[in-house]
């Protein structure tokens, strides 16, 4: 339930009505959208008249939320999330933002000439994972804490952030240190656990879709994070399995318009993995921009024929360039910055 209060409502009457609330046991999230107060209700709603709500003073309307997922929900919040980093890249806002780098982080040369490859090129976020999710014990894990680190480096030396993915809950201490986006992958999009614990910090979090989740799956996984206190969630569309064996996944374009209706939280769109050849990649970011992604993420590697895994899928750095080449125009075209 969102209580929507009126414009001139005043700040006694809406501490008041929080005040009520919370004494009913129920859990309450303040926002403010458009100069609008909207107190988010949670818990126990049975004892709960709406009829009772309308009337008190300052209440302008009182919505029952019947999705399972309240605060990610627009009904929460009308205007777009937008989340404004320190160097003052934002991602939600107008502009499109690039993230790209490598898929894994490989040594310090590896990942410091990427950085200054995507940077040059127009990315705003520098990506390369330190722990990797691979389906083989066998093959390369990652650099671990040494790649953490080396990616912090990179990205600072060339003015980008930094965003790796975490893979359990024991180690968002160490990320929080040397990453600015923390990315949960499609494998734990519905590891509450981990979700919950992200949930207390206060860095952005970019929740990849999980390989088989419905989109309201998925919100219920931001609303974890959300409810936990923190409201700088990014989604990430990377591609959900589907019957079709020609590629590694399918990106759900649609996803990406019925996401923005539902919610206030900004997308991202993630093609490497869903084609898993670098020759499709492009055509795929070219389709999520135009469909209102907030963000693009590609994997480039300096040269993708050495790299550790993913190597048919991480673009050349000139392949980048044309893609963001590209986008840009299809920014342009849709009233949009790159
Ligand atoms: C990644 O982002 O590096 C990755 C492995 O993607 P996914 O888990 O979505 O396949
Ligand atoms: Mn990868």
């Known amino acids: 339930m969102v209580i929507k209060m009126r ?5 006694d009457e809406k501490l008041e009505i929080i005040a009520f609330l919370k004494g009913e046991g129920l859990n309450i999230h303040r926002s403010e959208s458009e100069g609008i107060t909207l107190i988010g209700v949670g818990g126990p709603l049975e004892n709960i008249d709406i009829s009772d709500l309308k009337v008190l003073i300052g209440v302008e309307e009182v919505i029952r939320i019947t999705a399972p997922y309240k605060l990610v929900s627009r009904h929460f919040r009308n205007d777009n999330t ?9 991602i939600g806002g107008n502009e499109i933002t690039v993230i790209a780098g490598p898929s894994a982080v490989e040594s310090e040369e590896q990942i410091e000439t990427a950085a200054m490859i995507c940077k ?6 520098l990506r390369g994972d330190a722990f990797i999710s691979r389906s083989s014990p066998y093959k390369f894990q990652g650099l671990e804490l040494e790649g953490l680190k080396l990616l912090h480096q990179a990205a600072e030396n060339n003015d980008l952030l930094a965003l790796s993915e975490v893979q359990d809950r024991y180690q968002i ?3 929080i240190q040397y990453v600015d986006i923390l990315q949960v992958g499609p ?8 979700l919950k614990e992200l949930g207390k910090i206060d860095k952005p979090v970019m929740l990849k879709r999980g390989l088989s989740a419905t989109i309201d799956e998925w919100l219920m996984a931001a ?5 936990g206190g923190n409201n700088q969630v990014i989604l990430c569309e990377r591609g959900i399995r589907t019957f079709e064996p020609k590629t590694r996944s399918t990106l759900d374009i649609s996803a990406i318009p019925v996401l923005k209706s539902l919610s206030h939280l900004p997308i991202i769109a ?3 993995h869903t084609v898993g050849d670098r020759g499709r990649v492009i055509p795929l970011v070219r389709a999520a921009a135009a469909a209102g992604a907030d963000g693009i993420m590609v994997e480039v590697h300096p040269f993708p024929e050495k790299a550790l895994n993913n190597r048919a899928l991480q673009l050349y750095p000139d ?3 044309q893609l963001m080449k590209e986008t840009g125009a299809i920014a342009r075209a849709i009233g949009r910055k790159l």
Request: cysteine-free; glycine content about 4%; aromatic content about 12%.
């Open 7 to 11: 414009p001139e409502a005043s700040e």
């Open 82 to 90: 937008v989340i404004v980093f320190e160097n003052g890249v934002s």
């Open 120 to 125: 040059s090129m127009g990315a705003k976020v």
């Open 173 to 175: 201490d160490q990320f």
């Open 187 to 194: 494998r734990n999009m519905q590891n509450f656990r981990l």
């Open 223 to 227: 609303e974890y994070i959300v409810s």
């Open 270 to 272: 993630d093609p490497s």
């Open 319 to 321: 392949q980048f360039n």
